[in-house]
């Protein structure tokens, strides 16, 4: 007698946890720069640079980058651009982790706050949350059949799980040439850029992962007679990552972050600067499930023979739910005492900052906020140049049936739409439109045959039994119950008492004849 195994490719966390730092410090104009009147428009980011697993620590080395725009001193108050940034160097205690273990970082950038000390000089005041997660991949051999050449009954539970196919981390660069259309002058100076791919994608297919997503890019440039001109479209974007082992129709479930970014203005094939290069490297964080139905042994009971199962308990992992959810977002942006009166929209754009999502009935709640800024061109000689922000709380229902605490999700949040326009009496009107993906893993605890113990019957336990007895059904027996009871055949009950199946109910009676059977 001997048990059919098969290797259960699993992963599980293996700790979590949650910190934030605060980054401060003044920054220098660079020399190149001119010097500073007022600041109007910044981004920011996170770039991690090494993450580090120690015993029950992980050291997250990485810098906050910010790009802000200001009106340079001087009487046609031209706009300028500066960049910088500011390291960080986390110890973030993950109890059980130790060297060798993978661990994700996510950041998200709550807060960024520039200010002006001087015409040379910025005090930058960010603060950054920093969400890490260590993950273990492992095999769970489980018993899925019994071989045997004696009489033997054994039974099999239907389990649905996602086996873990692919691990891994790889890059996905994007790089087009976006050229100006004629009614645009040329560039003689870039001003300020902001390229962001949108509405990203991934499918499996096989050997490859497909993406394809948008990429909005905005540029404002001094053209050569002097004017400031600002550009703005969206393209579509494509492309494949090799991945050995990924078939279609696998469940991914795929991270990602903005890596490098580079953009250049470049010659046209008449030789004029009219052609924006952008590059964009996207850090893939790759995982692929293959959902599997599965049937393993789950009882195994002797009629000729005294055999016992050795089992432990194990856990498996299955998909739940793919799915995703949109809420429309509307508000109005009051501008402040002091703001300049606007005359034109420049460029809009928005980050959304989403709590971790709460499990209820049926479904995630999430919520969080869109931030919104936006750029524009003022009625104000002092301050031809302007921004508005504000802040729109948004709260809706991702339906996921079955859902339970013990699920466990990965939720990604992006804006599908983004409108501002402007409003008589100094408001914004911002209507959006926030998309969230879900992938939903259950977690189930099964026992596991691990092991058969086979040994002679003691006759004289078999020989106390009665011969022929009418057994009556109690709340919770099963055909297998009476069956192991009475070392009897469950196919041998079913014949005896002319039953075409092995449902019973309490209060039923069945003939059980004691035999052993050959």
């Known amino acids: 007698m001997e048990l059919v195994r098969k290797n259960i490719h699993m992963d599980r966390i293996k700790g979590q946890a949650s910190t934030q730092i605060t980054l401060e410090d003044d920054i220098n104009i660079l020399d190149s720069r001119p010097d500073a009147s007022k600041l109007i428009y910044d981004r920011g980011s996170v770039a991690l640079e ?59 950038l709550e807060d960024l706050t520039i200010g002006l000390i001087n015409s040379r000089k910025l005090s930058v005041q960010a603060l950054i949350a920093l969400k890490v997660c260590s993950e273990v991949m492992y095999d769970e051999e489980t018993a899925v059949d019994l071989y045997h050449e004696e009489p033997v009954e054994y039974r099999k539970k239907p389990l649905r799980i996602a086996q873990m196919t692919v691990k ?89 972050a903005l890596g490098s970014k580079d953009v250049e203005v470049r010659p046209d094939f008449d030789g004029e600067q009219r052609v924006f290069t952008v590059e964009l490297v996207m850090d893939l964080d790759i995982s692929l499930y293959e959902e599997e139905r599965l049937d393993i042994l789950s009882g195994v009971y002797g009629v000729v023979k005294e055999v016992e199962a050795i089992s432990k308990p194990a856990r498996f992992k299955g998909l739940l ?20 009166p606007i005359v034109q929209i420049l460029h809009s754009e928005a980050q959304i900052q989403a709590e971790d999502g709460e499990i209820v009935e049926n479904g995630i709640h999430m919520k969080g906020t869109v931030n919104v800024q936006a750029l524009y061109l003022s009625s104000d000689e002092k301050t031809p140049y302007s921004s508005a922000r504000g802040s729109i709380p948004f709260s809706f ?75 009556i059904a109690k709340e919770g027996d099963s055909l297998w119950d009476v069956g192991k009871r009475y070392y009897v055949p469950i196919a041998q009950i079913k014949e005896t008492n002319d039953m075409t199946t092995e449902e019973i109910r309490p209060g039923d009676k069945l003939l059980i004849v004691k035999g052993i059977s050959n």
């Open 50 to 108: 090494e993450i580090k697993v120690t015993e029950d620590h992980v050291a997250v080395k990485g810098k906050l980058q910010f790009l802000v725009m200001y009106l340079a001193e001087g009487e046609q108050q031209a706009p300028a651009c500066m960049e910088g940034s500011i390291p960080f160097d986390e110890q973030i205690y993950v109890e059980g982790v130790q060297s060798g273990d993978s661990a994700n970082v996510k950041w998200r």
């Open 168 to 256: 891994k981390r790889d890059i996905f660069r994007i790089k087009e040439e976006l050229e100006l259309p004629q009614n645009f002058p040329n560039v003689a100076r870039l001003i300020w850029q902001g390229v962001e791919p949108e509405n990203v994608e991934f499918r499996a297919l096989e050997g490859r992962i497909s993406v394809q997503g948008d990429l909005n890019a905005f540029f404002l440039y001094e053209g050569e007679e002097g004017a400031v001109k600002c550009y703005e479209t969206v393209v579509p974007f494509s492309g494949m990552v090799d991945c050995t082992g990924c078939d279609e129709g696998m469940a991914a479930d795929i991270d990602y």
């Open 397 to 471: 229902m991702l339906d996921v049936p079955d859902i339970n605490n013990g699920c466990t999700f990965k939720v990604q949040t992006g804006l599908e739409q983004l409108a501002v326009a402007m409003l008589d009496g100094g408001e914004l009107d911002v209507k959006a439109v926030v998309v969230c993906r879900v992938i939903v893993f259950e977690h189930r605890t099964e026992n596991i045959v691990t092991d058969i113990v086979v040994s002679d019957l003691d006759m004289n336990k078999l020989s106390g039994l009665p011969g022929i007895v009418i057994y």
């Open 321 to 340: 739910a793919r799915t995703s959810g949109k809420t429309k977002v509307a508000d109005r942006i009051k501008l402040g005492a002091s703001d300049a």
